[in-house]
Nanobody
Framework: QVQLVESGGGLVQPGGSLRLSCAAS????????MGWYRQAPGKQRELVAI???????KYADSVKGRFTISRDSVKNTVYLQMNSLKPEDTAVYYC???????????????WGQGTQVTVSS
């Protein structure tokens, strides 16, 4: 079994910063992609930033230049540094992983429980 555990959400004023963390644990064989999605009230879940096998990094246009995704491959952890936060960044942020487990070697999509980010004065 594989688990994703997020931390780091909270309340911040516009222009402020937050750093989210997501650690993958369990019977991990390989991580093909890992990153962050978000879902605001009344909206669909959308990609924020993600690492994909082969060194590919993707960002939503709305966060380019403000958010930075990074990873620690040894710890199976990804981070999302969010700067210059705006009220429209308010959402529940979900960690996502495309991960194979060490038993079956098959890939499955895993989600964290979500962490609330609220940007408000």
């Amino acid at each position: 079994q594989v688990q994703l555990v997020e931390s780091g959400g909270g309340l911040v004023q516009p222009g402020g910063s937050l750093r989210l963390s997501c650690a993958a644990s369990g019977s991990i064989f390989n991580i093909r992609a890992m990153g962050w999605y978000r879902q605001a009230p009344g909206k669909q879940r959308e990609l924020v930033a993600i690492f994909i096998d082969g060194g590919i990094t993707k960002y939503a246009d709305s966060v380019k230049g403000r958010f930075t995704i990074s990873r620690d491959s040894v710890k199976n952890t990804v981070y999302l540094q969010m700067n210059s936060l705006k009220p429209e960044d308010t959402a529940v942020y979900y960690c996502y992983g495309d991960i194979s487990n060490s038993i079956t070697k098959t890939y499955d999509a895993y989600w964290g429980q979500g962490t609330q980010v609220t940007v408000s004065s």
